[in-house]
């Protein structure tokens, strides 16, 4: 029977120094584990980083991975609960000559807006889960965008 794979956001909460991302990315690698996404910026009032990172694999390896995280010195905490709140943002750069109101009320639907325009595009951004927004990456495509940037997931215990 094989493993069931499960997608996991992991938030580590590290000393604010250099080289701390490369030992965690380095230690993904080093055992062939794969990063979805990894977000990382410094918690305001501190000398510490949070970092999040959307990984997938079986049970054993997700714990064999917050495992690994635990024993790496930078790192002050590691929370893996199945009770995170996540959020992610894109950015979306659309041709001006589409119908604008169609882009503001699909928008409008995923938590997003336009925050930019001149004569050639309108620049759209929308916030949500992260499910939802592979949905409105989707269903923004009928606009024939010219560029999306995604921000990676950013994430909190509840």
Do not use: W
């Not at 997608?7 to 584990?33: D, M, P, Q, T």
């Not at 959307?54 to 893996?80: D, R």
């Amino acid at each position: 029977m094989e493993a069931k794979v499960l997608r996991k956001s992991i938030c580590v909460n590290v000393i604010n120094e250099h080289s701390v991302l490369a030992r965690i990315s380095g230690l993904f690698s080093a055992r062939g584990y794969n990063i979805e996404s990894l977000t990382t910026a410094p918690i305001p009032n501190s000398n510490l980083s949070r970092i999040t990172i959307v990984t997938q694999g079986s049970e054993v390896v997700i714990e064999q991975i917050i495992k690994q995280l635990h024993k790496l010195i930078p790192v002050v905490s590691v929370i893996s609960s199945d009770d995170l709140l996540e959020k992610e943002a894109v950015l979306v750069k659309i041709p001006i000559s589409e119908k604008l109101a169609d882009i503001q009320a699909l928008c409008k639907a995923y938590n997003g807006k336009i925050v930019n325009a001149n004569e050639k595009y309108v620049i759209v951004i929308a916030t949500d889960r992260p499910t939802a927004i592979e949905q409105f990456i989707s269903a923004i495509k009928i606009f024939n965008p010219k560029e999306i940037v995604r921000s990676g997931v950013i994430a909190m215990e509840r």
